[in-house]
């Protein structure tokens, strides 16, 4: 009777507070103005990078296809953030019910993992392109681009449902404060009146899989690219395969160092404030200087754009 008790007190909280930013009310106001025009500008960039390349066939490349699921991916990942963060904004801290914050959770797990894996993919069909341009239509042929696309989403849902579940299954017995303006797995974890170390585990050996493999990947991708384009004869041949490849790298470059500075160390990180900063990087930023940097500063898009425009 004492130990049903003691795990009924142990399980007794039901919902969590988001604390959100928690500035003066005279700030949130115009920071809920300026993160809801990124928020739209986000969307309106990714919705329009879909189209064009879904409704023009001189898009239908394997680059152009990543790209198209990476902006799809980019409209579903500041979805499940930013209405969170905007909601804290105009209301400041507010109530969470413990299945939605699971959920959110779950979202942001598989869409963070699935961004990796899109990006590793990315770099690699640059390698192709680039490296080994006489194997390209074999090597990058429409089947392979649609299965490791496919093997993205599906591997970010697999990892996610672990991840997730583990920590669903952790006590939580008050305090129920998250410092973080979403359900993060470092602030839940922090949480946890049980013991974590297994779920830390998990957390931290899921992260240096899907961080670190992928973030390998990318690098061992550019790293040859660097060593051919350093080789070509041609000066236009070097300044337009490196053009191409430097504005990705900066992209790879901020997302991973947020991410991997939160995720690829134990989980329980004290400084909140600056987890919150790093997460407004790569949950905000990045979505929404992607379209920039992959696709409108490209000439083929341009061409499209020129088209469409009277």
């Not at 959100?20 to 990078?49: K, Q």
Request: a positive charge; aromatic letters at 12%.
């Amino acid at each position: 009777m004492e130990r049903d008790l003691e795990l009924a007190n142990m399980t007794r909280v039901q919902q969590f507070v988001l604390l959100g930013f928690s500035t003066r009310p005279d700030i949130r106001g115009p920071l809920f103005v300026v993160f809801l025009a990124l928020y739209l500008l986000t969307l309106l960039e990714n919705s329009l990078i879909i189209y064009l390349i879904g409704s023009h066939r001189e898009l239908h490349k394997p680059m152009y296809f990543f790209l198209g699921n990476l902006s799809c991916l980019e409209m579903c990942y500041v979805s499940v953030t930013m209405p969170s963060l905007l909601v804290g904004l105009w209301t400041g801290p507010y109530h969470v019910p413990f299945t939605t914050c699971m959920t959110q959770l779950f979202f942001f797990v598989s869409l963070i993992c699935t961004e990796c894996t899109l990006l590793a993919s990315m770099a690699y069909d640059r390698y192709v392109a680039i490296c080994r341009p006489l194997h390209y239509p074999l090597l990058m042929r429409p089947q392979v681009c649609q299965a490791l696309a496919l093997s993205s989403w599906l591997g970010g849902l697999f990892v996610s449902a672990v991840k997730t579940k583990c920590i669903a299954s952790l006590s939580y017995c008050g305090p129920n404060v998250l410092n973080q303006f979403f359900c993060d797995v470092s602030p839940l974890l922090n949480l946890s009146c049980t013991h974590v170390a297994l779920t830390e585990l998990v957390d931290f050996i899921s992260a240096i899989v899907i961080f670190c493999g992928t973030l390998l990947v990318s690098l061992a991708s550019y790293a040859a690219i660097g060593v051919t384009v350093f080789h070509m004869p041609s000066a236009a041949a070097r300044h337009k395969a490196f053009s191409t490849c430097a504005s990705h790298l900066v992209v790879v470059g901020i997302f991973y160092s947020a991410a991997l500075f939160i995720y690829c160390r134990p989980s329980r990180i004290k400084s909140m404030d600056l987890n919150k900063v790093l997460s407004v990087i790569y949950t905000v930023v990045t979505p929404l200087c992607n379209p920039v940097i992959y696709c409108l500063r490209n000439k083929e898009v341009h061409a499209v754009l020129h088209k469409m425009l009277p």
